[in-house]
């Protein structure tokens, strides 16, 4: 099956800082979709992007699906920013079923 | 904006007993999905289910599972006899029908402990 590689698998921010979480997978998709897990365990959808580029306030997201890897970046950090963002991939051939990756879990210092 | 829902959110149930965790998928989605994620593991995909019918299962998803549309709008998860091993988050998700279109949406989850 499809597998799913996130980096890195930790980050400690300073609020107000930039970062950039990468999202690997080995084979082409026609699902991406990235997630916050927040503190009450919720998954959060933060993009539906199997390509191009979109943002949404501070949080923008790129999937270059010719080369198997989609970026999700976070700007000017928050406190809430904190918790673990997951990448998950589908493709037809495996049903469209969401392959997750292993998560990178982000803390930010006030 | 429509949401999948989960009831219960927590269930605590002895090791050997029946449940069933409920999901109400949005209303013109066709596509439903049971996903779980072991305390600090990554979310694994249990079982798909469209048109009245398992698509597509896991190697989790044993004998002791079962999946159901009882009416039109919910759909359910049966675990026959828990184990300690099924205490897990179990997330609910949902996707509409038509080409193009494959983008999930996810319920809450129910947070099943096994005592």
């Known amino acids: 099956g499809i597998q799913v590689e996130q980096s890195p698998p930790d980050l400690i921010l300073q609020e107000g800082a930039n970062s950039t979480l990468r999202c690997n997978f080995s084979d082409s998709v026609n699902n991406l979709q990235w997630f916050h897990q927040n503190p009450w365990g919720q998954l959060i959808n933060l993009f539906y992007i199997p390509s191009g580029t979109k943002q949404n306030g501070r949080l923008s997201a790129t999937t270059v699906a010719t080369e198997r890897y989609s970026l999700l970046y976070i700007s000017s950090s928050q406190t809430t920013d904190s918790g673990v963002y997951f990448c998950a991939v589908g493709d037809k051939a495996a049903g469209n079923k969401l392959t997750f990756g292993g998560g990178t879990r982000v803390l930010v210092k006030p | 904006e429509p949401e999948v829902t989960q009831t219960p959110s927590h269930q605590v149930t002895q090791m050997g007993q029946e449940v069933i965790l409920r999901c109400v998928p949005i209303?013109?989605?066709?596509?439903f999905y049971w996903y779980r994620q072991i305390l600090g593991q990554k979310v694994e995909f249990l079982v798909s289910f469209y048109n009245n019918e398992i698509s597509e299962k896991s190697e989790i998803f044993d004998d002791q599972f079962s999946v159901e549309r009882p009416d039109g709008s919910n759909f359910t998860l049966k675990i026959r006899s828990t184990k300690l091993e099924d205490s897990a988050m179990y997330f609910c998700a949902s996707r509409k029908p038509g080409q193009g279109i494959y983008e999930q949406y996810f319920g809450p989850g129910t947070r099943l402990t096994v005592t």
């Open positions: 209303s013109n989605h066709l596509y």
